[in-house]
């Protein structure tokens, strides 16, 4: 994990480093746009030398790597140029909204899926299995901000049904709610784009659940199990499940960059301020700092949610030796 993590921070902070349009020459634009609104003349070399190491840009970028990832090994990421401010204030400040719809999303898919696939499995080719798979698909090929823009024009605004609000997170006068008011608020304004953040991940995760089942029960052991008298419901929960389950369990993985995860799209359609407008309007801006603090800090948290499958797969598999 170490030299994975030095080698993504240095390709990261290279390639940031060397798109142009940053700081130092935002602030080169503005010192000689207002020298030349005063009748100044343009700004000297030594001027734009002191904008340069202002920022840091006057040393090598080797040297500039690894001053800033001693200060990253602090949890230091230095300043945001757009925001102000420290720049893991302002990445912290955005985890509540993604990490809760991160969560949400993640816990709620596994509780439906997992039942949902296996179902489909011991049921398949009926019509229970092909009308779920048709409205699984319908939902899985249309986009996630695309589903937004119509659940607001049919459910939302009035153009035919007002029943949710446009978007944002809570309501104007939120804080004159009392505490069960405030989470049927809460709850109300989440409901349409939590179902577009599950969309895709929901088909996905129930037809792998239901493959990974089918699988199973065409294999030697279960006819083995069968034919020395369990019956099939016990064969299916004692035997096939557990084996199963191991596909899912790589993809338990993902549940320590929640924090990280944003749908710009969704989050722009619905107003909601998270992970992933963030990232988007750093990037736009040229905050170099909050840009690879997200990438690190992402980066990382991926890492160990591959050591924590590792783990958790030898769990569910005891055939696999850690160690």
Not at 36 to 60: H, T
Not at 135 to 164: N, Q, W
Not at 246 to 254: C, G
Not at 255 to 274: N, Q
Request: hydrophobic share 50%; net charge neutral.
């Amino acid at each position: 994990m170490i030299p994975t993590m030095l080698g993504i921070s240095f390709v990261c902070f290279l390639l940031v480093q060397l798109v142009p349009g940053g700081p130092v020459e935002e602030m080169i634009s503005k010192a000689q746009s207002a020298a030349n609104m005063k009748g100044g003349n343009n700004l000297s070399p030594e001027q734009i030398e002191q904008i340069k190491a202002y920022f840091g840009f006057d040393k090598p970028i080797s040297e500039r790597y690894f001053i800033w990832l001693f200060k990253v090994l602090r949890l230091d990421f230095g300043n945001s140029y757009a925001y102000g401010g420290a720049a893991w204030n302002v990445i912290s400040s955005k985890f509540p909204v993604s990490l809760f719809f991160g969560l949400s999303s993640f816990f709620i898919s596994y509780l439906v899926c997992i039942p949902l696939g296996l179902a489909k499995a011991v049921k398949n080719g009926s019509k229970f299995d092909s009308a779920t798979s048709a409205i699984m698909f319908s939902g899985y090929v249309v986009p996630g901000y695309a589903l937004g823009i119509l659940l607001i024009v049919f459910l939302a605004g009035g153009s035919f049904l007002d029943l949710f609000p446009l978007g944002g997170l809570t309501s104007d006068n939120f804080e004159n709610f009392t505490f069960f008011g405030k989470l049927l608020d809460l709850a109300h304004h989440l409901c349409l784009p939590f179902l577009c953040y599950i969309l895709a991940e929901f088909a996905f995760l129930t037809l792998l659940m239901k493959n990974s089942v089918l699988e199973e029960l065409g294999k030697d052991y279960m006819r083995t199990a069968l034919a020395k008298g369990l019956s099939f419901k016990e064969a299916l929960f004692k035997h096939a499940l557990r084996n199963a389950l191991l596909p899912l369990a790589t993809r338990m993985s993902e549940i320590f960059t929640l924090m990280f995860a944003g749908a710009l799209l969704i989050e722009k359609v619905f107003d909601i301020d998270g992970m992933g407008l963030l990232y988007y309007n750093a990037m736009v801006h040229r905050d170099y700092n909050v840009v690879l603090g997200i990438i690190v800090l992402s980066c990382f948290m991926a890492m160990l949610g591959r050591l924590f499958s590792d783990l958790l797969y030898g769990f569910v598999d005891p055939r696999i030796k850690l160690g």
